[in-house]
């Protein structure tokens, strides 16, 4: 009996997938545990493998195409078996690829009887091209991935190929901005790259034409560049001819443009830059002619504007300079430019600063600090450091206190959902990893039960992962408690945001050198200073202020974080 596989739920928080690749094609036989396709969930492309034996009697989603979560992926059986009751109710282009010859020459009937009598035998013939004409062969389309669950729209940071390179499966393509991370998107095909659709530094929604990817010398003319979209290969028609002058005013719209685009050197040579790279040097007041291009073929882009020093200015402008300045009055009178420079937001940074509005603005934050001697855990974490192989930092520390301290004060361990609150049995620490494009959470899973050299090895581990960007969507799910720590910059006391849906975090500064008061005297100590930024909705002071007693407890006292 045949089995209908749905688009997997890989991540708590994923809506749905995209299909980066099929390794298995229609009609080949599979086997349980055979990888089936590569889907793109959060910052990752992960594999799918099948739990089933047949055949793959459908593909219900095309490579590249992006589906909710229990959309239709395909369908594994027995060779030959009938799934027309399976296939039905799904969408137009799930079932035409299942559909009988007599089923589509029918459509094509109802196409051609919805048209004028004049376009009747045209039309007819462009059907008996069928629809394999609409893309030449060997030639595949590239849309805008969706990266993560909450991406709508890609920025291309960086084109690590340009148009005519040689591509081959798994060369890296371009460097592709989300909602969280500048992540590197790399080919599933070979061939050449044809077709770039979107430049570096532009943004474009999930879906939209990325590149075009086939043999070398394909006419990709046909394609529709502005969505990733197919133009039907017709017989001329005064509809045809009428689209085709359309097409041929926008093409010299482009052309037009594309001279915009270009200057001339002080030497009369063509200077060739980007559209982007020209309206930011036209708002910097930057002359082309002094930036040298890093593109192909010397094309000034983004970041060859960016990195404009801009030292040598024109003869004319110093010579006019210089004589503003012999004209003003002696007295000194300050000189400069008002400027600005402004920077696109990133994905990532816009949901950053869309999520701690929304828990800044919607849970009453209100903090807690307290200060703790750190005499004793800086003579146990020198011994503990003595022993061979092992390697234990302060920020490992306060992760274990923290966890030992919520297992007494479980009510710090919640969430509010609004109608209940839901206390967490289990303790999973989030750690605040600072990386270029923003900040991410990996999660220490049963933080609790884990020694201090594996809460130092793990979150060595992750936070390695999270700086090159081969972090997993399983890595940052799931956190029950916050650690942020500063400490290390030697910021001594700060306060954070909570980090949604928990009900507090903690802020760790830098330890001190200084006086302090011990039996009556005066002498050096060493302090650290502990905020509490706790959600009012379910933390009350008195639970919060109970958990961070608890918690100095434990760091002023380490051995017992050891029994």
Same mark, same amino acid.
């Given at each position: ?28 036989? *599979? ?14 492309? @992960? ?47 799930? =079932? ?47 849309? &805008? ?5 909450? @991406? ?110 270009? =200057? ?81 937001? =990133? ?30 855990? @800086? ?24 966890? &030992? ?25 989030? *750690? ?43 890595? &940052? ?14 910021? *001594? ?29 005066? *002498? ?40």
């Amino acid at each position: 009996m045949a089995e209908v596989i749905k688009m997997p739920r890989l991540s708590d928080t994923m809506e749905e997938g995209t299909v980066a690749k099929w390794l298995k094609q229609k009609g080949d036989k *599979v086997e349980e545990g055979d990888i089936l396709a590569e889907i793109e969930t959060d910052k990752a492309t @992960m594999e799918f493998e099948s739990f089933y034996d047949g055949t793959l009697l459908h593909i219900g989603i095309d490579e590249g195409d992006s589906a909710p979560v229990d959309s239709l992926l395909a369908i594994i059986g027995e060779e030959g078996e009938d799934i027309s009751g399976l296939l039905e109710g799904g969408d137009d282009d799930s =079932s035409s690829d299942d559909s009988s010859d007599d089923d589509k020459k029918e459509d094509r009937k109802e196409d051609k009887d919805s048209e004028e009598s004049k376009e009747e035998e045209s039309s007819e013939d462009s059907d008996d091209e069928g629809d394999d004409g609409e893309i030449p062969e060997g030639v595949e389309i590239i849309k &805008m991935p969706r990266l993560s669950d909450t @991406m709508e729209e890609g920025t291309v940071a960086a084109w690590l190929k340009q148009e005519g390179d040689k591509v081959e499966e798994g060369d890296i393509l371009a460097e592709i901005e989300t909602d969280k991370a500048t992540m590197e998107f790399e080919s599933f095909y070979e061939g050449t790259l044809l077709k770039i659709g979107i430049q570096e530094g532009e943004s474009a929604k999930v879906d939209s034409l990325l590149a075009i990817i086939g043999p070398e010398g394909t006419d990709v003319s046909k394609i529709d560049t502005s969505g990733g979209g197919k133009k039907k290969v017709k017989k001329s028609s005064d509809s045809d001819k009428e689209k085709e002058t359309d097409s041929s005013k926008e093409s010299d719209k482009q052309d037009s443009e594309e001279k915009k685009s270009s =200057s001339q050197t002080k030497d009369g040579g063509r200077i060739f830059a980007s559209p982007l790279a020209k309206k930011m040097a036209e708002d910097k007041g930057i002359d082309l002619a002094d930036v040298s291009g890093s593109g192909e073929n010397g094309r000034i882009v983004k970041k060859d504007i960016e990195n404009f020093k801009g030292a040598d200015k024109p003869a004319e402008a110093k010579k006019e300079k210089a004589e503003e300045t012999s004209a003003a009055p002696q007295s000194y009178v300050p000189a400069g430019e008002e400027s600005f420079e402004e920077r696109k937001n =990133s994905q990532m940074r816009k949901t950053i600063a869309k999520r701690l509005g929304e828990s800044k603005f919607t849970a009453p934050h209100y903090y807690l600090t307290i200060e703790v001697d750190m005499a004793n855990a @800086m003579a146990s974490r020198k011994q503990i450091n003595e022993m061979p192989d092992v390697k234990v930092s302060f920020n490992d520390m306060v992760i274990k206190a923290s966890a &030992m301290a919520l297992r007494k004060h479980p009510q710090v361990n919640s969430q509010w959902t609004g109608d209940t609150m839901k206390i967490a049995k289990h303790i999973h620490m989030g *750690v605040a990893v600072a990386v270029e494009e923003g900040l991410v959470v990996p999660v220490l899973k049963f933080a609790d039960q884990m020694s201090l050299t594996q809460i130092g090895g793990n979150v060595k581990d992750l936070a390695g992962k999270a700086r090159n960007k081969k972090i997993q969507p399983s890595d &940052m799910e799931g956190s029950t408690f916050t650690v942020s720590n500063l400490g290390m910059f030697g910021i *001594v006391e700060f306060t954070s945001i909570i980090n949604q849906p928990n009900s507090a975090i903690l802020s760790v500064g830098t330890i001190v050198e200084k006086p302090v008061v011990k039996n009556g005297e005066i *002498v050096v100590g060493n302090t650290m200073k502990l905020t509490l930024a706790c959600d009012h909705r379910t933390v009350d002071g008195a639970t919060g202020a109970a958990f961070l007693q608890t918690l100095k407890t434990y760091l002023e006292n380490p051995v017992t974080m050891l029994a």
